[in-house]
């Protein structure tokens, strides 16, 4: 591909207010409109007034974080996208940037509760409103739960404190906020977020977990899961409160577990004609090695876990294990004995042991999730106010829900997609505002866009879905 024209006969101006830079907006906020997100925030969010009326039009201000985040903005400057063009020839009540920060950090902790609220009713609405959200829930629901640590610099952000996380593969501590977050999923459906709280970068993984397991499972409950529900976590949250949170739910549960002396007797005490070859579809990294894995063994035994507690927990230990190759061994030395490396983890579930450990496996669907966030409004946490950063977080999860609601009716390829290819395809579409008749306006897209068909059938199906009911 070339270019047409000379530098000196190509010019640019910003001259024409009839035109849209995302003017996908308009069917993802109409769906947001749909499943009732403007009643909602008007309902239970109640922000406190100010001198300078922060917490006045809360619907309003949310409206327009969780539009400017769907259409790519990752920190309050960017919310000046909305004020481009002729967007404020289809939406009313668009807000400047320095209006929404002093909205968000008027907040306080129970108003991100509340906030909180407003996204697991949302979820609940919008999976009515796309049933294919979450296709297969009255059967098997996964509910994920994981941290992330989301580096900020300066120590005067507060709650930023130094926590582990991993950059480039390697373990390494930084400053930062730790966001929890808890996932829904089902075998044929992508992960939403079911529950969102930043804590202070020091923060231990399993600090508060129970308690927000039972939430995330609440909600999942809420929004159709009616069918076998597993809760898996990574060794973090390898912890006998997590167990007894989980039975109390009346869910599953898989757990990493790690790799301590007792575990490690346990796999090594398995015998040897117990162990399964498997051979994996797609070969997985294995950080530890630093190579591709294609082949293991898996095989399983009963453990019990947590002995030194009040209260200990006889389960099934699914074990795989791979070859640990000597690095140093010269080319075609052959090996003495075998030696191998466990992957444990601690389950009651009902499944057969392969589907089991495969199960276990995709948790890490939910750092596709992260990845999402972070390359999405997570990108920052824009403000000093703590409790601003835990509504910004919150707002992350109700904009990812959306999209992936507004991806599950435009076509069964966006309803896995990730949440960049949804801006890209559905969102960011450059339009042109033309208005006519009685109050009618139609926007005009450009020929030949790769994802028409995707979109126009998200139009169609906003459009169709009856109005929110009031609050």
Known sequence: MRLLHTASRTHVAFDDP????????????????????????????????????????????????????????????????????????????????????????????????????????????????????LTGADALTFVDLDTCQRRVFGPRKRGARFGHTKIASKSVFVRGLNAMIGTVSTPTAAPVIANARLRGGNAVSAKGAARFLAATVGTARQAGATGVI???????????????????????FSIT???????????????????????????????????????????????????????????????????????????????????????????DSPFALPETEGQHRDHAIIEQVNADLIHGPLAHLPSEVFTANAAWLVLAAITHNLLRAAGTLASRFHGRARGATLRAHLVNIPGRLARHGRGHVTVHLPTGWHAENAFTGLVAAVHALPPARAA
């Open 257 to 347: 577990t790690p790799q301590n002396v007792a575990i490690r007797a346990a796999c090594e005490a398995i015998d040897e004609a117990a162990w399964v070859p498997i051979r994996y579809p797609n070969a997985i990294w294995d950080e530890d090695l630093k190579e591709w894995i294609s082949d293991a063994e898996i095989a399983e035994t009963t453990y019990t876990a947590f002995g030194h507690t009040k209260t200990p927990v006889t389960a099934r230990l699914i074990v795989r294990r791979v070859k640990a190759l000597n690095r140093k061994a010269n080319t075609g030395q052959g090996e003495l004995f075998d030696v191998w490396r466990y992957h444990a983890a601690f389950t």
């Open 18 to 133: 009839s035109l849209l830079g995302s003017a996908g907006l308009v069917p993802v906020m109409r769906l947001a409109e749909r499943a009732g997100l403007g009643d909602l925030v008007a309902e239970h969010v109640k922000v406190p007034a100010s001198a300078w009326s922060a917490g006045a039009n809360a619907a309003a201000k949310v409206g327009c974080l969780v539009a400017g985040m769907a259409a790519g903005a990752d920190c309050l400057d960017d919310m000046n996208l909305l004020r481009a063009g002729a967007l404020d020839g289809v939406f009313d009540g668009i807000r400047a940037p320095s209006t929404l920060g002093m909205f968000a950090r008027a907040f306080t902790w129970g108003n991100v509760a509340q906030l909180g609220k407003v996204n697991k009713l949302l979820l609940v609405s919008l999976a009515a409103a796309a049933p294919a959200l």
């Open 230 to 252: 597993v809760a898996r976590c990574d060794a973090g949250f390898y912890t006998a409160e997590i167990v007894a949170a989980a039975r109390r739910q009346q869910v599953h």
